[in-house]
């Protein structure tokens, strides 16, 4: 059977104040730090989760283990980076490090931060080289960004876990469930920071293709906007245009 879905967006991270996009690949603000504490104290099914996953960039990490720390404690639970769940464009704040770099930060971090989920857990198995390129699979193109949407739905239909945690970006999120329901173009998302949600698998879902159904939510999945999404670049530019 597939699995359970749970998104969420991670907290909040110093690009997001004032739309500090030159900063490469920011951590969480104290704020961020905070939703996420709320978000663990919130979160009812700790005792469920069979694997935690997030992108690779800081943000995202901080935020799993911050907020998931309950399930990632339980000697079962994996902690794994899927590269493909990055956002999707090219600033600087969505550039993320190299494996051996990432490992460092992940090491000092943890400690400094008080996570009580060893660093040894993290597993980066899936971390290439080249994933923080912003080429290949992981072109911001419009085109590119819905294959890479499509292909990691396709991939957790096949997990074997019940429940999956996956912890990825505002814009992204848009791509993976196909909805766009709520979208603000003056923030690129109706996904609020740290907000979670949860998704099952279309009926009709299968290995080549798969889809999304959200739960708790009555309305019918809105499409891209027209005008706004003709690719990805002019996305960000439309967004960046109305600040």
């Given at each position: 059977?597939?699995?359970?879905?749970?998104?969420?967006?991670?907290?909040?991270?110093?690009?997001?104040?004032?739309?500090?996009?030159?900063?490469?690949?920011?951590?969480?603000?104290?704020?961020?730090?905070?939703?996420?504490?709320?978000?663990?104290?919130?979160?009812?099914?700790?005792?469920?989760?069979?694997?935690?996953?997030?992108?690779?960039?800081?943000?995202?990490?901080?935020?799993?283990?911050?907020?998931?720390?309950?399930?990632?404690?339980?000697?079962?639970?994996?902690?794994?980076?899927?590269?493909?769940?990055?956002?999707?464009?090219?600033?600087?704040?969505?550039?993320?490090?190299?494996?051996?770099?990432?490992?460092?930060?992940?090491?000092?971090?943890?400690?400094?931060?008080?996570?009580?989920?060893?660093?040894?857990?993290?597993?980066?198995?899936?971390?290439?080289?080249?994933?923080?390129?912003?080429?290949?699979?992981?072109?911001?193109?419009l085109s590119v960004v819905e294959k890479r949407a499509a292909s990691l739905r396709t991939?957790?239909?096949?997990?074997?876990?019940?429940?999956?945690?996956?912890?990825?970006?505002?814009?992204?999120?848009?791509?993976?469930?196909?909805?766009?329901?709520?979208?603000?173009?003056?923030?690129?998302?109706?996904?609020?920071?740290?907000?979670?949600?949860?998704?099952?698998?279309?009926?009709?879902?299968?290995?080549?293709?798969?889809?999304?159904?959200?739960?708790?939510?009555a309305q019918v999945k809105q499409g891209r906007p027209p005008g706004v999404h003709a690719?990805?670049?002019?996305?960000?530019?439309?967004?960046?245009?109305?600040?």
């Open positions: 059977m597939p699995p359970v879905l749970y998104l969420v967006r991670h907290a909040q991270g110093y690009h997001n104040i004032n739309r500090q996009h030159h900063l490469r690949d920011p951590e969480l603000t104290p704020l961020g730090t905070a939703q996420c504490g709320e978000l663990r104290a919130a979160f009812p099914h700790h005792d469920r989760i069979d694997v935690v996953m997030a992108s690779p960039l800081k943000r995202t990490v901080q935020t799993a283990a911050l907020a998931f720390e309950p399930a990632l404690r339980r000697p079962n639970v994996p902690f794994l980076l899927v590269p493909w769940a990055q956002e999707i464009a090219a600033n600087a704040c969505d550039v993320g490090q190299g494996r051996e770099e990432l490992e460092g930060w992940v090491r000092g971090t943890f400690a400094e931060m008080g996570v009580r989920v060893e660093p040894a857990k993290v597993d980066y198995g899936l971390v290439e080289e080249g994933w923080n390129s912003k080429t290949g699979i992981y072109e911001p193109r991939w957790l239909w096949q997990r074997p876990e019940a429940t999956i945690v996956l912890v990825a970006h505002g814009a992204f999120l848009h791509y993976f469930t196909e909805d766009w329901t709520a979208f603000d173009p003056k923030k690129g998302t109706a996904f609020e920071n740290c907000e979670y949600r949860k998704y099952t698998f279309s009926a009709d879902s299968n290995a080549s293709e798969a889809h999304l159904v959200e739960h708790g939510v690719n990805v670049l002019a996305e960000i530019e439309a967004v960046e245009a109305n600040p």
